[in-house]
Nanobody, 126 residues
Framework: QVQLVESGGGSVQAGGSLRLSCAAS????????MGWFRQAPGKARELVAS????????TYADSVRGRFTFSRDNAKNTVYMRMNSLRPEDTAMYYC???????????????????WGQGTQVTVSS
């Protein structure tokens, strides 16, 4: 069983920064892509960013590109997301997820991820 544990969420003012972490329990971590999703109240869960298994390629949603940075440390079985210039519309529960074994390079969806963490809340006030 794979366990993913997020941390680093909190409450910040607009323009502030946070760094989310997600620690994975499984040794297969380094062979899988990873993703960060978010879900705001009353809205569907959306893929915010993804990273390949090597950490050399990332994708971002248009709404966060240039402000969020996704990275990973395979030696620590951990992924990170640095979030700068936060906006009130970034307020959501953020989840990390492990990708299935899949070819990198095509658009990803929730179906491409098989394990999820419990989430960490990010609240941005104006």
């Amino acid at each position: 069983q794979v366990q993913l544990v997020e941390s680093g969420g909190g409450s910040v003012q607009a323009g502030g920064s946070l760094r989310l972490s997600c620690a994975a329990s499984a040794s297969t971590f380094s062979s899988r892509p990873m993703g960060w999703f978010r879900q705001a109240p009353g809205k569907a869960r959306e893929l915010v960013a993804s990273i390949d298994q090597y950490g050399g390629s990332t994708t971002y949603a248009d709404s966060v590109r240039g402000r969020f940075t996704f990275s990973r440390d395979n030696a620590k079985n951990t992924v990170y997301m640095r979030m700068n210039s936060l906006r009130p519309e970034d307020t959501a529960m953020y989840y990390c997820a492990r990708g299935r074994t899949l070819p990198w390079g095509r658009p990803l969806s929730e179906a491409d991820f098989d394990y999820w963490g419990q989430g960490t809340q990010v609240t941005v006030s104006s």
